[in-house]
């Protein structure tokens, strides 16, 4: 029976699952059918497929071809199993032998005229491929930069579809086009990789040591933030130099970002770095923007592309209320859940809250409030969409006050950004030994329970005080509680002073 087989990959957010590409050559009618729950792209791979082939040198065969793609339960999507699906034709057609393509997968979109085109998402096909114990993959050469990144692989990239009949042992008559330069497919150095001074030094920032110091515990604990303050003083420049004095990711946590920059066709400018990722939509962004949207399987979001890193929101209050409030349950449980009408896609999103605000809409409500032009209505009305819950998930709440002298040349100027990050690492690096047994990596991530056991009567008594009069919430209290044990940590003491849950509380109502 002339069956070709082969195999491919498709995701599911970031999730891969092995896909069974079969192609059937019976008797019949010219026709040339895909079956298995293909999307709208993979079904218009007939016509590109067919093109492909024949400007290889292929003979279409003049009958009835079917190509299965199993299992059949789970939709395929996407264009990047165009070249499997020409790969088990001709396989299929004895153009190639049918030995030659076990346990390989083969990837790649392709043009009519049989050129070869790079996909997104390759780096989480890999790893799942590694996983499962496939090391033989054909990939688009213009993605052989990102496949360079997964060691221990038998990667071959192909230009056109010839290219891999010739491989394969075929014979075929073709021509390489000459395609246009594409910035995505831009090789990957050194010089593209961002290192934590790209982002701007800390010392470059006049004044504000209180919000520098916010920042620095916001950092170390994990902590999200929301800065208040007029225009020009500093809150967005504050912001940007947050991931210089982060700690560094791991190399699980580098290869999650890295994959998720595979999917959105963006790790050829970033490579896999040990910075955490800052993402910063405009305040006009959609909740599909935000959160993720798509017709068909969901495609990531800015909450996605911010994972183990900084989601800053400038202009806060500017942004609608429906996105706002979206981001409650990813704040709580690090992942989001799309639901669409052909799946649900999961998308991790454990990622840090930054925010800056103007206190009023034309920004100079502070202070005296004396050049506020804003009525008391519009200030309400400003801030109303920062509600209760959204502000309650977040820890640390400052005002930026404006700046008053500029310093002198002379003059000392404020700590490094790499200063700062090793008091920062290390803060981080007790907080893990602490909570080794938990799985937790940062304070933020403390339990109400562990907290309550750990920290002194003294302590806490300033805790239930706060309580009794209504100045924190419960939630409040346990992630003023989280403040303090970050505050030790950042001062080197085992367990937290009474001072540093003052400073806790204060530094969850200072804004207000």
Wanted: with cysteine.
């Amino acid at each position: 029976m002339p069956i070709g087989s082969t195999l491919s990959v498709g995701l599911i957010g970031l999730k891969a699952f092995i896909i069974q590409v079969q192609a059937f050559i019976s008797p019949g009618l010219p026709y040339f059918s895909i079956i298995g729950l293909p999307d709208t792209s993979l079904s218009e791979a007939r016509e590109r497929v067919k093109s492909a082939c024949q400007a290889s040198g292929f003979s279409w065969p003049q009958t009835r071809v079917t190509v299965n793609m199993s299992p059949a339960s789970v939709p395929k999507r996407g264009s990047s199993h165009d070249l499997s699906i020409a790969a088990s034709v001709l396989c299929a057609s004895n153009a190639i032998r049918h030995d030659c393509l076990e346990n390989t997968i083969v990837l790649g979109e392709v043009n009519l005229d049989g050129s070869v085109l790079p996909i997104h998402g390759l780096l989480p096909i890999m790893l799942h491929a590694k996983e499962r114990g496939i090391h033989k993959l054909i990939v688009p050469y213009r993605n052989l930069d990102e496949a360079a990144m997964v060691e221990g692989l038998d990667v071959i990239g192909v230009q056109h579809v010839g290219e891999l009949i010739e491989i394969m042992g075929g014979n075929a008559t073709y021509r390489i086009p000459d395609l246009p330069h594409n910035s995505d497919d831009a090789t990957v150095d050194s010089s593209q990789t961002p290192d934590p001074q790209s982002c701007g030094d800390m010392s470059e920032v006049l004044g504000q040591e209180y919000a520098k110091w916010a920042l620095q515990v916001a950092a170390a604990g994990g902590h999200n933030l929301i800065m208040t303050g007029p225009p020009g003083a500093g809150k967005t420049m504050l912001a940007s130099r947050l991931p210089g004095i982060m700690c560094p990711l791991n190399e699980s946590e580098q290869l999650e970002v890295a994959s998720i920059r595979s999917l959105c066709g963006t790790l050829p400018h970033y490579g896999i770095t040990d910075v955490p990722p800052f993402e910063a939509p405009h305040h006009t962004a959609t909740t599909a923007a935000l959160v993720g949207g798509g017709s068909g399987i969901a495609t990531p979001g800015a909450i996605t592309r911010a994972h183990r890193g900084i989601l800053f929101l400038d202009e806060a209050p500017e942004f609608s209320a429906r996105a706002l409030q979206t981001m409650r349950e990813p704040l709580e449980s690090g992942y989001v859940a799309l639901s669409r009408s052909k799946g649900s896609t999961y998308y991790p999103a454990t990622f840090q809250l930054i925010m800056a605000a103007n206190p009023c809409p034309c920004g100079y409500y502070y202070g005296t409030g004396e050049r506020c032009t804003c009525k008391e209505k519009e200030r309400m009305r400003y801030f109303s969409r920062l509600s209760g819950p959204i502000l309650d998930r977040v820890d640390i709440q400052i005002s930026v006050p404006p700046v008053s002298r500029i310093a002198q040349q002379h003059e000392t100027q404020g700590e490094t950004s790499q200063i700062i990050r090793e008091r920062v690492i290390q803060a981080r690096h007790t907080a893990m030994n602490r909570f080794k047994q938990f799985g937790w990596t940062c304070n933020a991530q403390a339990s109400g329970k562990w907290l309550h056991a750990n920290t002194s009567l003294k302590a806490m008594e300033l805790v239930n005080k706060a309580l009794s009069n209504h100045q924190l919430t419960l939630r409040g209290a346990d992630r003023a509680m989280r403040l303090a044990w970050t505050l030790a940590d950042l001062d080197g003491r085992t367990s937290p002073t009474e001072q540093d849950v003052h400073q806790g509380i204060e530094l969850r109502t200072r804004m207000s």
